[in-house]
């Protein structure tokens, strides 16, 4: 999620002071929210889809099986009936679609570093179809601490998605989706 400071000249990511890169705080036109109790909302929230994620930690395991990130500039409010007063970062992740496909990477690197994504869509009949997809990020880091006698900024997530869609022939579309990170 900071790459996507790379490519919006608007858009600030820095990492959270508490959480490190886990809970990363986003500012576009410098409308940021500081403030991080569990009762604050972000000015710039993250939206999975069409829902909300009402805090950041853990929004970096959503970036996998995605068909779009948009980053949306000013008050949000009336497009989505969410306090967003900086704007708003929308994942759009891949619908099922009406045929089998699948797909995996795998990414190796130094420090033990391994990254998997797979994904798998099954048409189960002419109305329902399912799709699957996940990531693993794992590596030791690069930071050791001496007296804890461990590394402090290894990696080690895994997130999970599964969506369901219907869809008729009057035009009904239903999506169902269960996110895990």
Known sequence: MADLARVNPSL???????????????????QSQQEFTLLADPSVPVYIGEVVAARTQGVNGAIFDVAAVEVL??????????????????????????H??????????SR???NVDAMINVPLSDQLQLRVAGSS????GYVYDEI??????????????????????S????????DYF
Do not use: C, W
């Open 148 to 169: 804890l006698r461990h590394n402090v900024n290894d990696t080690n997530q895994i997130a999970g998605r599964v969506s369901l869609r219907f869809a008729n022939e």
């Open 171 to 178: 035009g009904l579309e239903s999506i169902t989706s269960y």
């Open 12 to 30: 600030v990511a820095t990492p959270g002071l508490t959480a490190g890169r886990a809970y990363p705080v986003f500012a576009i036109r410098g």
């Open 137 to 140: 990020k794992k590596d030791d």
């Open 100 to 109: 089998f496909e699948a797909e995996a990477g795998v990414t190796v690197g």
């Open 112 to 114: 033990n570093m391994v």
């Open 73 to 98: 500039r000013g008050p949000q409010g009336t497009l989505f009936g969410r306090n967003s007063t900086g704007g708003a970062i929308v994942i759009r992740p891949n619908k099922p679609v009406d």
